[in-house]
């Protein structure tokens, strides 16, 4: 009788966020698979794995960073090597996903870039694709196989409760988060408010009403990414001028590109919480940011997928983003 193969995991990174590699495959107990990542002069990238991956289930994690259109033509070459490899099967682990702002045409003759980014990596080979809080919800159906959408609410909230705040209120920079702003509410069991705001422009933002009560509230602005913080700026200077006493922030992304350092040290908020899904360069990080670690929550995932137990479970059942 022939002995039945045992399923082998392995996991790989890319160069976009090798640390965030190195920490997942220590939460599992095992080291990075080897692979030779090269840049030629004339800007072409070279993939080679040094391990065999015959048969094997692969994860590889590469997050986009900056800059952003090589690393995810790194990532795409990564999973066609892999597959060409004969992996039995290929998950790409990105934290952060790239292009996720663009899921939708609001102009006419402009590309829907999410969702091509979406089929360069089914095209590619990648039969999984494991992300965190995407920027909006519905890119999970720009991918026809499976697509876990992990969410560092959690996470993010549990540090809110240690900080034992009073007279908390949850705040939602625009009505295109208050979904997630009522994920904090529930977890915390505190009130919600909410911004209405315009953007005249890319990267801009400005508010015209705040809808609840802040007065005398410690404000904590809850979002899925920072950016140029020119939306995370104005509005906290909103919440101060409306009455609260203290303004704080969380997001799960913290891009924190352009004039972003500047602006936050210049603001009235007291803290801004986010994890490390990005990697943050030292000379983009004001004083007055905290980074928590999510490869715990991406080491269980995998462990989930390679194992085929419920992922969603991990985030309470059907409390999935």
Do not use: W
């Amino acid at each position: 009788m022939k002995e039945v193969t045992r399923k082998k995991l392995m996991i790989f990174s890319g160069r976009s966020y090798p640390e965030l590699g190195r920490q997942i495959a220590g939460h599992l107990g095992i080291s990075l698979g080897k692979v030779d990542l090269k840049t030629f002069s004339n800007g072409e990238l070279y993939v080679r794995y040094e391990d065999s991956v015959r048969g094997c289930d692969a994860f590889v994690v590469q997050t986009c960073s900056e800059p952003i259109n090589r690393n995810i033509m790194e990532l795409l070459l990564m999973i066609d090597a892999l597959e060409r490899a004969s992996a039995k099967r290929i998950s790409a682990v990105v934290p952060y996903y790239g292009y996720s702002r663009q899921d939708k045409k609001t102009l006419a003759r402009e590309p829907i870039s999410a969702r091509l980014v979406a089929d360069l990596l089914a095209v590619a080979g990648a039969d999984r694709v494991l992300t965190m809080d995407l920027h909006a919800g519905q890119i999970q159906g720009f991918f026809s196989g499976p697509m876990d959408h992990l969410t560092a609410v959690p996470l993010l909230a549990s540090h809110i409760s240690r900080q034992n705040f009073q007279d908390l209120v949850i705040v939602s920079p625009d009505a295109g988060r208050v979904k997630m702003a009522d994920k904090y509410t529930d977890y915390l069991g505190v009130p919600m408010a909410i911004l209405h705001k315009r953007r005249p422009g890319h990267n801009q933002a400005e508010v015209l009403h705040v809808i609840g009560e802040v007065e005398g509230k410690t404000a904590v602005l809850v979002d899925d990414m920072i950016d140029t913080a020119g939306t995370l700026v104005t509005s906290s200077d909103a919440l101060i001028k409306a009455g609260a006493a203290e303004v704080y922030a969380c997001a799960t992304h913290g891009v924190f590109s352009g004039p972003a350092k500047e602006r936050l040290d210049a603001s009235p908020l007291k803290k801004v919480v986010v994890t490390d899904t990005l990697p943050i360069p030292e000379e983009r990080l004001s004083e007055k940011v905290e980074v928590l670690s999510i490869a715990s929550i991406f080491a269980n995932t995998i462990a989930s997928v390679f194992k085929d137990e419920s992922v969603s479970e991990l985030f309470g059942g059907d409390n999935m983003p």
